[in-house]
T-cell receptor
Framework: EAQVTQNPRYLITVTGKKLTVTCSQN?????MSWYRQDPGLGLRQIYY???????DKGDVPEGYKVSRKEKRNFPLILESPSPNQTSLYFC??????????????FGDGTRLSIL | ELKVEQNPLFLSMQEGKNYTIYCNYS?????LYWYRQDPGKSLESLFV?????AVKQEGRLMASLDTKARLSTLHITAAVHDLSATYFC??????????????FGKGTKLSVIP
């Protein structure tokens, strides 16, 4: 089954304790991306990656890091989490665009609470 | 910076009625997506609009794109309760070498009441 898998689904942690949210896709997609969703703000893009070892900042990259060492994985790293990073996070992937009309496939989301 | 504005943000409509959700964006783009999100769930792709004048229909939903006006619409025909959800438009901005950013509107929360 084609899917984007995020782990963990829920996490409560404390300020300053480094954490990683993993994202893996099994569709051989080139493009992967992270978003955060906050009430009243919609989804905002954090980082995206068009290929292995290529990452770009989205609209809200501050406080986050990503890496793309393999095509299927795109982890989101919070080196020193703060309460304002409490949010619902989504990972998404899609095939390379150009003439492709494929939309992004989204994972089930990770609800992060930072105390 | 690209701005994507959806309106209305909240919509309560009766079953059987028609209505339109609007998505305006502030910079040139030739690609726009519509997504649906049910409470507590992930996003589900509804439509991909690739060019000016594109129109797509699925059931009671029809989406269109006018790239010159920088406007997309999502039209709901004869609403039913199952359409209650939050609908997002998302606009592509190319950032070179085939890569792109995706900017979402804030979403329209639709409630269809009997």
């Amino acid at each position: 089954e084609a899917q984007v898998t995020q782990n963990p689904r829920y996490l409560i942690t404390v300020t300053g304790k480094k954490l990683t949210v993993t994202c893996s896709q099994n569709m051989n997609h080139e493009y992967m991306s992270w978003y955060r969703q906050d009430p009243g703000l919609g989804l905002r893009q954090i980082y995206y990656s068009m290929n292995v070892e290529v990452t770009d900042k989205g609209d809200v990259p501050e406080g986050y890091k990503v890496s793309r060492k393999e095509k299927r994985n795109f982890p989101l790293i919070l080196e020193s989490p703060s309460p304002n990073q409490t949010s619902l996070y989504f990972c998404a992937s899609s095939s390379r665009t150009g003439t492709s009309n494929q939309p992004q496939h989204f994972g089930d989301g990770t609800r992060l609470s930072i105390l | 910076e690209l701005k994507v504005e959806q309106n209305p943000l909240f919509l309560s409509m009766q079953e059987g009625k028609n209505y339109t959700i609007y998505c305006n964006y502030s910079t040139t783009s030739d690609r726009l997506y519509w997504y649906r999100q049910d409470p507590g769930k992930s996003l589900e792709s509804l439509f991909v609009l690739l060019s000016n004048g594109a129109v797509k229909q699925e059931g009671r939903l029809m989406a269109s794109l006018d790239t010159k006006a920088r406007l997309s619409t999502l039209h709901i025909t004869a609403a039913v309760h199952d359409l209650s959800a939050t609908y997002f438009c998302a606009v592509v901005v190319w950032s070179g070498a085939g890569s792109y950013q995706l900017t979402f509107g804030k979403g329209t929360k639709l409630s269809v009441i009997p």
